[in-house]
């Protein structure tokens, strides 16, 4: 790739509570999606690499795991620790808040912004649900009075608002720097990671309460053949209680969440798709660390 000698690139965090927006804002930004999205907290548990490439520039986005206060298991305490790592690494932060709702958890993050020493813009997501749009002047204003912001930018990351504004304002905050990535790489997790995501997502959305949070997904096999792509996946629960959830009444769940990540699978990958799911339970594994490890809960 040739690139001009003044070509920056750089780390961008995108740091917050749960479910402000972050990964959607990331999504956007790509015009792709490289982060799974749902209402509910916890749905980013990763530490996942967006590369945004241009002729001037590339920006490394970082989606990070919300930033929360219950820490009780070990996958709590490690997202916490994963957020906390991106922040200190990045060049700038985009902190990302809801405009229609600031909470004790908004303060935390905040106060961890305190210690870090790059720049932080602050993004007030969510304007999409403001009417009239002259009360977000007093969110503005509200925000702004809490930290030093580099600037403070309001946006709605689902419909698009002002995203492009925040775009052209990021180049700024890099360093002069050669590409770090090929230009034809958006992302630094593989297609198994993706794979196991995007299930992982559809059964969030399907199931109800506290069970997402005690499963996780694992693809055992992944193989090219010539009718398609052949998956097979095992959900991993905390308890033998929640097998009969997560497969649902005559494998209701399992069918539909079956049919829902194959047809995401397929689209992403441009191949037909089979795919076969298992629902295993391994005592706990969201509070041991060996588990967590050997499912791909790395620590940062
Ligand atoms: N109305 C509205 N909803 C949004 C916007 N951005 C995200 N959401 C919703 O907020 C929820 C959490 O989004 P997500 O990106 O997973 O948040 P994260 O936990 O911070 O990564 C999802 O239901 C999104 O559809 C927005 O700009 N406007
Ligand atoms: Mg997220």
């Not at 809490?146 to 304002?169: C, G, Q, T, Y």
Request: charged share 25%; proline share 5%.
């Amino acid at each position: 790739m040739n690139f001009p000698d003044d070509y920056r690139c750089g780390l961008v965090a995108v740091i917050g509570r749960p479910n402000v927006g972050k990964s959607t804002l990331i999504n956007s930004l790509m015009g792709r999606k490289v982060s799974i999205v749902t209402a509910k907290p916890q749905t980013t548990r990763h530490r996942i690499l967006a590369v945004h490439t241009a002729e001037k520039q590339q920006i490394i986005f970082v989606d990070t795991p919300g930033l929360h206060r219950k820490s009780g298991k070990a996958m709590n305490r490690l997202m916490n620790r994963t957020a906390a790592s991106a922040l200190a690494d990045a060049d700038l932060v985009l902190f990302v808040s809801d405009v229609t709702r600031w909470t004790e958890e908004d303060d935390d993050v905040l106060e961890r912004l305190k210690a870090a020493r790059s720049p932080v813009i602050a993004l007030l997501n969510k304007v999409d649900k403001v009417h009239p749009k002259e009360k977000l002047l007093e969110g503005l204003a509200a925000v702004s009075s809490r930290f030093d912001f580099a600037e403070v930018v309001p946006i709605s990351a689902m419909k698009n608002e002002n995203l492009s504004h925040l775009m052209a304002m990021i180049p700024k905050f890099l360093p002069e720097s050669p590409p770090l990535f090929p230009e034809d790489m958006y992302t630094d997790r593989n297609e198994e990671f993706h794979v196991a995501e995007i299930i992982r997502e559809k059964l969030t959305l399907m199931l109800h309460q506290e069970m997402p949070y005690g499963l996780t997904v694992q693809i055992e096999r992944l193989v090219r053949e010539p009718r398609g792509i052949a998956i097979s996946a095992v959900i991993w629960v905390e308890r033998d209680s929640q097998k009969g959830i997560a497969i649902g009444k005559n494998g209701s769940v399992l069918k539909k969440v079956g049919r829902a990540a194959r047809l995401d699978i397929a689209e992403r990958l441009g191949q037909p798709v089979y795919l076969e799911l298992f629902v295993k339970v391994k005592s706990n594994w969201a509070d041991n660390e060996k588990d967590l490890m050997n499912l791909g809960y790395e620590a940062p």
